[in-house]
């Protein structure tokens, strides 16, 4: 197991409500206990707007609330968080900015645009993204590849503990600083978004290593993260690899065991 | 490989517009052609609202949007589609009824329940799923289990082409008979819902094999469709297994290799 001192932040498996003792059966009619991952809902407030209600895992409200709202363009990155309120037992998080905001417009967009495939996201969005081209000049190792993702597999984790989440990474080089966990995908991406845009760390010279699949939206909150580098263990869509080459970022994709396939900005791999 | 003559309808893999061949490099820094899965949008109106945009695999766009609209209570089981206009260039599909229908109340629930683990669900299912007790009499033999799982993996599919899509299957016994594939699990789902109803095969002595993980909302599209049995290599949600016994469904998760266990329902598993 990899020591967890060695991150920031790391799924907490001493956490009991984040998952759920549960009697069933096994494939020998034998009686079993066995955990399970507790989904909740979450509803986000925008000063006085609610927003949205997510289905997630409850270990890191705050960070989630902060991060769905930046990578849905709804906080800007200079923005300044007011008051941040979490009520856990109504599960409403209200978030408070000095500006004042009014959402109606965007959230009608998203009645059309939403798709099942990509999580939700507002409108206007991919028109931003397409004019942003990464520039950071780091690199990956060949090696840091397989090292990453051999070090996120053995961080004691929820989807260890309990199976059916999906983690997303922060590494620096070849160490994972930052590790999240959710029943959602994006979710997992902003609880990263948010955590890194309060404690203030630098996007530009980090790798982020995903178990979620290579897909625009995915794509489109690397970039909007500003993170030069994407690897998952999971496959590609054209969609992501269109986005990714226009963008300048590294997507590396079905990196399992010692292989992996790069199907945009190879450059920053270094063999 | 498992002969796709036994099925009524599977994965087309000669349809050369649902993969996208695309140059990148691998481990060993060669050069490589690769098969990346081809994301659509597709619009759907029912008569003349606009309902939804979603990003799929446009192979059955027709049964993805009659069952899409089955799922979300925007059709009923008893309704008579009058007629379905498909687009091909436009991407938008038409479903016309003998029913008005406004769905402005729906549609705008919509904005605030919407959780991106679970795709998206328009307002008060839950309340009418929580009521329904599946009664269906029908088992499922210990064996057929693997031999269900093992003879999907052994079919022709996008998946073993391009990855990066999630499968559903509906089994007659150990007999898998309709497989559909998508980017969103959920849009496989819906195909699967589209075909049964407009092909009237009967739901109720039939299986359900899924890639996906058992969350709530694959709970309430398996009860809505009125099948017994529901089987995913992947892992449960605490919610997806609380559904799965109020409604009497029988739940079979982690099925790989030989292993599996049942969460709910575990009467209709015969050893």
Chains 1, 2 share one sequence.
Request: charged share 25%; hydrophobic share 35%.
């Amino acid at each position: 197991m990899v020591n967890q001192k060695k991150y920031l932040v790391s799924p907490n498996i001493q956490n009991n409500t984040l998952t759920q003792k549960i009697e069933g059966k096994d494939q020998d009619n034998k009686k079993i206990n066995t955990r399970v991952i507790q989904e909740n809902s979450l509803t986000i407030f925008l000063n006085n707007q609610e927003i949205v209600t997510l289905m997630c895992i409850l270990d890191h409200p705050k960070y989630l609330a902060i991060g769905y709202l930046l990578n849905q363009n709804m906080i800007k990155k200079n923005e300044k968080i007011k008051k941040i309120d979490y009520d856990d037992e109504l599960k409403v998080i209200v978030i408070r900015t000095n500006i004042k905001t009014n959402y109606e417009k965007i959230l009608k967009k998203k009645i059309t645009t939403s798709g099942c495939a990509q999580g939700t996201i507002f409108g206007n969005i991919y028109e931003e993204i397409k004019r942003i081209k990464l520039k950071s000049k780091i690199y990956i190792k060949h090696e840091w590849i397989y090292d990453i993702s051999k070090k996120v597999n053995l961080t004691p984790s929820l989807y260890l503990e309990a199976g059916a989440v999906h983690g997303c990474v922060i590494s620096k080089k070849n160490n994972p600083i930052i590790y999240m966990e959710d029943v959602g995908r994006h979710n997992a991406v902003d609880k990263i978004a948010g955590y890194m845009f309060l404690n203030k760390i630098n996007t530009k010279d980090k790798i982020f290593y995903t178990t979620g699949r290579l897909t625009s939206e995915m794509i489109i909150k690397t970039v909007k993260m500003n993170i030069p580098i994407l690897i998952s263990r999971s496959g590609f869509t054209s969609w992501g690899v269109e986005l990714a080459k226009k963008t300048n970022l590294t997507l590396v994709g079905r990196a399992k065991g010692k292989k992996y396939v790069i199907l945009s900005g190879h450059h920053r791999v270094k063999f």
